[in-house]
């Protein structure tokens, strides 16, 4: 709900108990009380006040259409419920790659120094500070950050080791790619090495040479158009809507230290010997789950957006999917794995229901990419068999979905045995009666 008018009683009556603004707010905070959890709320008054209520309400379309929108407000009304839609069928933006010189403080660094840039203070430098306090607000909601500037990697990193008004730190920063090579090359080695989708990039810049080559070259990338003064960073990413999200669990807060725990990780693999043994250096162990409404968000998340290691890409609301975990003989559980660096979290899901006879079908099998590499499928794989016997299955029906994104596992269910049934649209088949565990290192 939304007012467009005061009412006949004026301004300073319209918040007493019975005017229109307090009888909207109340309305609007009884609904989001109301709604379930993962709902997204286009809050309609909060969209008019940004835009400006003149702006965005025609009241002869009213008259005319019964539509009070006007044309800049459809658009903008539009915008906010594609981006409650994402919201529901895709995961949110993961990383904020940012310029340095006139981005994240004035000046550049190379003439000026690291003591030299414009940060804190007054003016410009007032509002440099407060939009790194607000990326630093982001990433803690867990949005990476990542840095990609034209500049000399060491020149780049002494801000903030050494300006004490610097509010952000390297440590904050989940990549770094300080050079002078073209910035789409920089990107595309950043998601190489976080092993993340370019289409879950976020980039600021506040040159706008640099923001057109962005879109030019990888327009999977949501490139933000930078202000001319900084006073409006902040409000050009809010509108953006770039990082909307309907759900933020503890598993999103943890997003940082766990980018962090990876890069010790990978630190860990020019020591070891051979693969193998890097994987036992890491000293793994997982705890299979049975889906409660304790880990149940945590679920639905990421069967409605997991898309790397994911056979079916299924996408299953948060009540299709406790329907299917109270059916009868169903078979459904998470995985929640660690290692000696840290928790990776709850990241792998297997969703199951019988078919025919001593048959099961394996409706979904999931992964976090997080954990791809590390033979937990091999661990999963095993619980999944072993739980499938001593519930009476005979065998276990599955099938592979390509996608865009999930080549990862297309032949993951042929390495584990499955066979392909005939006369069928890509059904594969598993008996379980000469099942031989594989092999894994990760201890449960």
Same mark, same amino acid.
């Given at each position: 709900?939304?007012?467009?008018?005061?009412?006949?009683?004026?301004?300073?009556?319209?918040?007493?108990?019975?005017?229109?603004?307090?009888?909207?707010?109340?309305?609007?905070?009884?609904?989001?009380?109301?709604?379930?959890?993962?709902?997204?709320?286009?809050?309609?008054?909060?969209?008019?006040?940004?835009?400006?209520?003149?702006?965005?309400?025609?009241?002869?379309?009213?008259?005319?259409?019964?539509?009070?929108?006007?044309?800049?407000?459809?658009?903008?009304?539009?915008?906010?419920?594609?981006? #409650?839609?994402?919201?529901?069928?895709?995961?949110?933006?993961?990383?904020?790659?940012?310029?340095?010189?006139?981005?994240?403080?004035?000046?550049?660094?190379?003439?000026?120094?690291?003591?030299?840039?414009?940060?804190?203070?007054?003016?410009?430098?007032?509002?440099?500070?407060?939009?790194?306090?607000?990326?630093?607000?982001?990433?803690?909601?867990?949005?990476?950050?990542?840095?990609?500037?034209?500049?000399?990697?060491?020149?780049?990193?002494?801000?903030?080791?050494?300006?004490?008004?610097?509010?952000?730190?390297?440590?904050?920063?989940?990549?770094?790619?300080?050079?002078?090579?073209?910035?789409?090359?920089?990107?595309?080695?950043?998601?190489?090495?976080?092993?993340? #989708?370019?289409?879950? =990039?976020? =980039?600021?810049?506040?040159?706008?040479?640099?923001?057109?080559?962005?879109?030019?070259?990888?327009?999977?990338?949501?490139?933000?158009?930078?202000?001319?003064?900084?006073?409006?960073?902040?409000?050009?990413?809010?509108?953006?809507?770039?990082?909307?999200?309907?759900?933020?669990?503890?598993?999103?807060?943890?997003?940082?230290?766990?980018?962090?725990?990876?890069?010790?990780?990978?630190?860990?693999?020019?020591?070891?010997?051979?693969?193998?043994?890097?994987?036992?250096?890491?000293?793994?162990?997982?705890?299979?789950?049975?889906?409660?409404?304790?880990?149940?968000?945590?679920?639905?998340?990421?069967?409605?957006?997991?898309?790397?290691?994911?056979?079916?890409?299924?996408?299953?609301?948060?009540?299709?999917?406790?329907?299917?975990?109270?059916?009868?003989?169903?078979?459904?559980?998470?995985?929640?794995? @660690?290692?000696?660096? #840290?928790?990776?979290?709850?990241?792998?899901?297997?969703?199951?229901?019988?078919?025919?006879? #001593?048959?099961?079908?394996?409706?979904?099998?999931?992964?976090?990419?997080?954990?791809?590499?590390?033979?937990?499928?091999? =661990?999963?794989?095993?619980?999944?068999?072993?739980?499938?016997?001593?519930?009476?299955?005979?065998?276990?029906?599955?099938?592979?979905?390509?996608?865009?994104?999930?080549?990862?596992?297309?032949?993951?269910?042929?390495?584990?045995?499955?066979?392909?049934?005939?006369?069928? @649209?890509?059904?594969?088949?598993?008996?379980?009666?000469?099942?031989?565990?594989?092999?894994?290192?990760?201890?449960?």
């Amino acid at each position: 709900f939304d007012w467009t008018s005061a009412g006949v009683a004026g301004y300073a009556q319209a918040f007493a108990a019975d005017g229109p603004m307090a009888l909207v707010q109340q309305a609007n905070r009884q609904l989001r009380e109301l709604l379930p959890e993962g709902a997204y709320f286009v809050d309609l008054e909060h969209i008019s006040a940004w835009t400006g209520k003149a702006a965005f309400y025609d009241s002869r379309n009213y008259y005319w259409m019964k539509q009070p929108f006007s044309a800049a407000g459809v658009s903008e009304l539009a915008r906010h419920i594609a981006a #409650g839609l994402r919201c529901l069928c895709r995961a949110r933006r993961k990383l904020l790659a940012l310029d340095l010189d006139d981005t994240l403080w004035g000046g550049g660094v190379g003439e000026a120094g690291a003591l030299g840039v414009t940060v804190g203070g007054s003016g410009k430098g007032e509002a440099y500070k407060a939009f790194q306090k607000w990326v630093l607000g982001l990433s803690r909601t867990g949005v990476l950050l990542g840095v990609v500037s034209k500049n000399n990697d060491s020149d780049a990193k002494e801000p903030f080791l050494s300006n004490p008004e610097m509010v952000l730190k390297l440590g904050d920063f989940a990549s770094f790619h300080a050079s002078w090579d073209r910035k789409p090359e920089r990107l595309r080695q950043m998601a190489r090495e976080l092993n993340l #989708g370019l289409d879950s =990039f976020v =980039f600021f810049d506040d040159n706008p040479a640099e923001r057109a080559l962005m879109r030019a070259e990888l327009p999977e990338v949501l490139v933000v158009e930078v202000p001319a003064d900084p006073s409006g960073y902040i409000a050009a990413i809010e509108q953006s809507l770039a990082f909307e999200t309907n759900l933020l669990g503890e598993a999103d807060k943890a997003r940082s230290a766990q980018y962090a725990a990876e890069a010790l990780r990978q630190s860990e693999i020019v020591k070891a010997a051979s693969p193998e043994s890097y994987l036992a250096s890491l000293q793994m162990e997982a705890s299979v789950e049975q889906i409660t409404d304790a880990n149940i968000a945590r679920v639905s998340d990421l069967v409605t957006k997991t898309n790397q290691f994911n056979l079916t890409t299924r996408r299953h609301s948060k009540a299709a999917i406790e329907a299917m975990v109270s059916s009868p003989e169903s078979l459904c559980f998470a995985v929640r794995l @660690s290692d000696r660096f #840290g928790d990776y979290g709850l990241v792998a899901v297997v969703l199951g229901a019988p078919a025919a006879p #001593g048959e099961l079908r394996l409706d979904t099998w999931l992964m976090s990419c997080r954990a791809m590499g590390r033979t937990l499928e091999h =661990f999963t794989f095993n619980h999944l068999t072993r739980t499938a016997v001593s519930a009476g299955y005979e065998r276990i029906v599955a099938e592979y979905l390509p996608t865009t994104k999930n080549e990862p596992v297309k032949s993951l269910l042929a390495d584990f045995g499955f066979e392909e049934l005939p006369n069928t @649209s890509g059904l594969q088949t598993l008996q379980l009666k000469d099942i031989h565990e594989a092999s894994t290192q990760v201890k449960p």
